[in-house]
């Protein structure tokens, strides 16, 4: 156990459907990321919070996912109008920042995989 | 893109014998690569890093290679254990993002 949380740890949900995920980070750990990671392949970087603010999105992340650390603390990710695309593990980490010519290791939490039908 | 990524999709070890695991990287201007570790049904966890101006470094049972001419690193693990039975992930670190290559899946047989 890493110390970082996430829920629920399975979805399965319907074409078209909303979803929610949270994520609880270890408290200490300013910085939050999101990733998606699909059968065989390693995690995709999403998006990344300092703080409560919304620092780097990447291309992946279409007008249908938002992300939001309302106090810097827990966040969530939701999917609107989910798409059979859209299955595959989301997984949260969390660390310390770190400026360039540093690295302060991301801690992953277990994941919510989620599967639309 | 620039991508980091694992030579072979699998490795079968004996019990007991050390493991090698490889990576090429295309971006040379990453501050730093990492190794990670994942177990069915877990996310990622971190095994080791290296700074981009470093050769080699240990840890317990582990030891990174960084060779920047090649742009190659590998991982080598003494003394295999059942539990180290997992997909390895290098990656590479600039501030705040993270980019994984596909893994390695290694079996230790008994």
């Known amino acids: 156990d890493t110390g970082v949380s996430q829920d629920p740890r399975h979805k399965i949900t319907k074409r078209g459907q909303n979803v929610t995920f949270r994520c609880d980070p270890i408290?200490?750990?300013?910085?939050l990321y999101w990733y998606r990671q699909t059968l065989g392949q390693g995690p995709e970087f999403l998006t990344y919070?300092?703080?409560?603010?919304?620092?780097?999105k990447s291309r992946l992340l279409s007008d249908r996912f938002s992300a939001e650390r309302p106090k810097g603390s827990f966040s969530t990710l939701e999917i609107q109008r989910t798409e059979q695309g859209d299955s595959a593990m989301y997984l949260c980490a969390s660390s310390r920042a770190s400026g360039r010519g540093s690295y302060n290791e991301q801690f992953f939490g277990p994941g919510t995989r989620l599967t639309v039908l | 893109g620039e991508s980091v990524g694992l030579h072979l999709p699998t490795l079968s070890v004996q019990e007991g014998d050390n493991s090698i695991i490889n990576c090429a990287y295309s971006n040379s201007a990453s501050d730093y690569f990492i190794w990670y570790k994942q177990e069915s049904g877990k996310g990622p966890q971190f095994i080791i890093d290296i700074r981009s101006n470093m050769d080699k470094r240990q840890g317990q049972r582990v030891t990174v290679l960084l060779n920047k001419t090649v742009k190659h690193l590998s991982l080598q693990i003494a003394a295999t254990q059942p539990g180290d039975s997992a997909v390895y992930f290098c990656a590479e670190s600039n501030d705040y993002k993270l980019s994984f290559g596909a893994g390695t899946t290694v079996t230790v047989r008994a």
């Open positions: 408290s200490e750990h300013n910085r």
């Open positions: 919070f300092q703080n409560e603010a919304q620092l780097e």
